[in-house]
């Protein structure tokens, strides 16, 4: 016990073994619906699930576990959502290329941002963000968080009238259950009860029980399938190596700038958030041991492709993790082991409802709006590009078009208020990328 106290930090960073377990726990009983997701997602472009499962589970404990011995930094690691619905639906079933060829992409665009971390080029580019804007993409991802966890919890509904989104039934099991998890997370918090979030989510699984909204599983296959590893470098059934096939085709290179642009600008804005919960991100913006956790990230893109799991990310869901008192890699190591427990019992996990993780989403989401006092809203520069970046993260539903908002907005107001000088040049570059990408992607 002594030896990973000393080898994590963990007294130095004033917490303790429990609450690194409890915080790993929390983050990972956040984050459990990919070891579900993805794989049901990834069926729908022609991978077994069972492989899709297996490379899921296998690539996130092994690439969590060695951002959390390299970078000792609460930040699990995952397939991403919304990257894996760009090789889903965009690659395969939209451009119509074989899944292999949609990793094989993956692991391109992974190892052009690993090159450019290598090169120093990212994590420069974090530091030329203005620090009202890196607190304003916490906030938005905290705004994202809750409203994820609204969702999943029935309390709030998709619309289709004017009015876009709606209250729901509370009367429903499944709303019901959000608003036990809500309660109690809400309760906990207050009372700063150790693993409070945790205590939510476990309460309101057993809530779910007589409700019906906590279901038995109802898949009992506990086998690994590794057919889609090495991906990127088998043969899609014309007999083509998909790795070449990338290259060959010009017009799957711009979905790789596409992925390259959402790897590369998510992560920075997960990280910030996170820091600043983990006190690892100073208030002026600058966040401890980036290189390694940049490296670990970019590599992780990567793996995701080559494992066939789609490109792996740091998770802002470990923010709850941080919430619940994480502060070091020994909170990976427990999500690690529990990924890896999951690629042999995934469907022990899917008994945790969406709707039991709602209290601990919005709580999180509650935790970084705090935030919002350190912007100085009475300057126009900044005040109006921060408000472009929190609104437009949840209202796209992605981390990276939101700062794309920010980034551009930002550019442009400092233009016409003549203070285009101050805008550093990788501002500029940033802000012409994520613009040549919105008009390419649209």
């Not at 590893?229 to 085709?249: C, H, K, N, S, Y």
């Not at 998510?266 to 690892?280: E, I, L, P, R, Y």
Request: aromatic share 10%.
């Amino acid at each position: 016990m002594q030896a990973l106290d000393k080898f994590f930090k963990v007294s130095e960073r004033n917490s303790t073994l429990g609450t690194e377990f409890m915080g790993g726990l929390t983050t990972f009983l956040t984050m459990a619906y990919i070891v579900v997701v993805n794989p049901g997602m990834l069926e729908q472009a022609g991978i077994p699930f069972h492989a899709a499962l297996t490379a899921t589970c296998l690539g996130a404990a092994i690439m969590t576990a060695i951002m959390g011995l390299v970078a000792n930094r609460p930040l699990a690691m995952a397939s991403g959502m919304g990257l894996n619905a760009i090789v889903t639906f965009s690659l395969v079933l939209g451009v119509g290329v074989d899944w292999r060829v949609g990793m094989a992409c993956v692991l391109v665009e992974g190892l052009i941002t690993l090159l450019l971390v290598l090169c120093g080029l990212r994590e420069a580019i974090m530091d030329s963000i203005p620090v009202g804007i890196q607190h304003a993409i916490g906030i938005g991802i905290g705004i994202f968080v809750a409203f994820i966890g609204l969702k999943n919890g029935g309390i709030i509904v998709l619309s289709n009238d004017s009015s876009l989104i709606t209250m729901g039934a509370v009367t429903t099991p499944t709303a019901i259950v959000a608003i036990v998890s809500i309660v109690f997370a809400a309760i906990f918090q207050a009372r700063n009860v150790r693993g409070g979030l945790l205590w939510s989510i476990l309460i309101a699984t057993v809530v779910g029980i007589p409700l019906g909204v906590t279901q038995a599983p109802s898949d009992w296959n506990f086998g690994l399938d590794f057919s889609t590893f090495a991906a990127p470098f088998q043969r899609t059934p014309d007999g083509t190596l998909a790795i070449v096939q990338v290259f060959a085709e010009p017009i799957l290179l711009l979905w790789v700038f596409s992925m390259f642009m959402s790897d590369f600008f998510d992560t920075m804005g997960t990280v910030f958030a996170v820091g600043q919960k983990a006190n690892f991100a100073t208030k002026d913006g600058k966040v401890e041991d980036i290189r390694k956790i940049l490296t670990v990230d970019s590599a992780s893109a990567a793996a995701g492709g080559f494992f066939g799991a789609s490109s792996i990310t740091t998770y802002a869901e470990s923010v709850s993790g941080a919430a619940a008192g994480a502060r070091t890699g020994l909170s990976d190591m427990v999500v690690a082991a529990l990924f890896l427990v999951c690629a042999f019992l995934a469907p022990l996990v899917d008994v945790i409802s969406e709707a039991a993780t709602a209290g601990a989403l919005i709580v999180v989401g509650y935790l970084m709006m705090t935030e919002i006092a350190s912007i100085d809203w009475h300057d126009m520069c900044i005040a109006f590009p921060v408000f472009l970046t929190i609104i437009g993260i949840p209202l796209t539903g992605s981390i990276t078009d939101g700062i794309g908002y920010g980034f551009i907005a930002y550019c442009l107001v400092m233009v016409v208020m003549g203070r285009a000088r101050e805008i550093h040049p990788l501002m500029w570059g940033s802000s012409i990328a994520f613009l040549v990408a919105f008009i390419l992607i649209a």
